[in-house]
């Protein structure tokens, strides 16, 4: 257990952001999501020009679209930093030591973690996220398996503890959400236009730590406690979505998509980590979320969109996208017209060098890209909030990598 939780901490710590603050509303809410760092770059927006893998996670009628693809397989990281080379051989050797507590107790071993402790902002939260993904969706047909692990860390005492590892902590705080979803889409002539119309049911799985105070790492390291003890929230649901876009003359098209219609239903039950991982069959763990009395509702988005996209006569592709976002919340307070709009913009120099750029409720976004036929990489810069002198969503990097046809 604890060669894992070091591993763990290994991989995850260099693809971390940091946390924007505390959530409005309860995780198991969280909708589901998947978009690519290419479309976050250009503002997140693609109501109106969605084509490809990525409509089976915003607007589905984009499946009869071009740009169908058979994706093999997508990562998206999501990070405020890179750790360098001398950043990570540290934590490979820690991850190797047989003494963890000796090996920190060490002052110059103190020093460095504390240097990297606050180059990743971890006194004051930080936040990772991996998401992965594959399948196919091309001639009005889709199927696509997504999964976004989530682990927060934090610490307590990195400045004033850093030479004495027992009375430093390091909380975790896990999400990893799982879906599966299939679509459908199909396109209708319309003389000098053309509508597409598509549908998608998804199932949705989401593991999650109950107590909001996490699991102390430095503890489980120590051995101090087996955190197979800990309560556990295993929750599952089904929902769907449906859209329709209009492609017009020149390129022009209008987009309009409901995602979670009706709000989709999370049933839940709470299991120890210990039970979770002892279980023998998965179908009748699943079986028991489903019967649960309790539930958290995701609840519904309506979106809609205007989009430009047609190839140009020169070196030069452009498309121009914009979503205007409600969220039917009863909960949610009344938010400004600007955190309701996503826009951005993508320049293609001979279908290979992507430039974009865009607005993502509020928080401004560049990129760059490549397609290489079978491999696709793209990286995304996210920028300070609009109206604020402080930060209120840092600065970060998200890198991405397809692999398809």
């Not at 893998?53 to 984009?62: M, T």
């Not at 293609?348 to 750029?357: C, F, Q, T, Y």
Request: glycine share 12%; hydrophobic share 45%; charged share 20%.
């Amino acid at each position: 257990m604890k060669k894992f939780v070091l591993l763990l901490m290994l991989i995850l710590l260099p693809m971390t952001m940091v946390m924007a603050g505390p959530l409005d509303v309860p995780v198991n809410t969280d909708p589901v999501f998947y978009r690519s760092a290419a479309v976050e770059a250009a503002g997140g927006a693609q109501t109106a020009t969605a084509s490809g893998f990525d409509s089976l996670f915003s607007n589905p009628a984009g499946l009869s679209r071009k740009g169908g693809e058979l994706l093999f397989g997508s990562v998206n990281v999501y990070s405020d930093f890179m750790l360098d080379e001398d950043d990570l051989a540290f934590l490979e050797e820690f991850a190797n030591s047989d003494d963890p507590e000796s090996f920190l107790n060490d002052s110059a071993n103190a020093d460095t973690a504390v240097a990297i402790g606050n180059k990743i902002g971890l006194e004051e939260g930080v936040n990772t996220n991996l998401n992965m993904g594959f399948g196919l969706a091309a001639f009005g047909l889709g199927l696509g398996f997504m999964t976004d692990i989530d682990l927060g860390l934090q610490s307590v005492g990195l400045q004033e503890n850093a030479g004495d590892i027992t009375s430093l902590a390091i909380y975790a705080t896990p999400k990893i959400t799982s879906s599966l979803v299939a679509g459908l889409s199909h396109g209708f002539d319309l003389g000098a236009a053309k509508l597409h119309v598509g549908a998608d049911a998804k199932a949705i799985v989401r593991t999650q730590l109950v107590d909001s105070g996490g699991v102390d790492m430095v503890a489980v390291l120590q051995e101090l406690y087996d955190p197979m003890g800990d309560p556990v929230m295993l929750s599952a649901g089904y929902g769907f979505d449906a859209g329709a876009i209009l492609e017009l003359p020149a390129g022009f098209s209008v987009g309009v998509a409901a995602n979670d219609i009706g709000g989709t239903e999370m049933m839940k039950i709470t299991k120890t980590l210990g039970a979770l991982e002892a279980t023998e069959d998965p179908e009748a763990l699943m079986q028991e979320v489903l019967d649960s009395e309790e539930s958290d509702t995701i609840p519904m988005t309506l979106i809609a969109g205007i989009g430009f996209d047609k190839p140009g006569r020169g070196l030069f592709d452009l498309k121009v996208s914009a979503d205007y976002i409600v969220e039917l919340d009863e909960l949610a307070e009344e938010p400004e017209l600007i955190d309701q709009i996503r826009a951005g913009a993508e320049i293609s120099v001979l279908g290979i060098a992507k430039v974009r750029g865009g607005i993502n409720r509020g928080i401004l976004t560049a990129g760059v890209g490549v397609d290489l036929l079978l491999v696709e990489a793209n990286a995304t810069y996210y920028g300070p909030r609009y109206d604020t002198e402080e930060e209120i969503t840092p600065e970060r990097l998200v890198v991405g990598v397809k692999v398809k046809l």
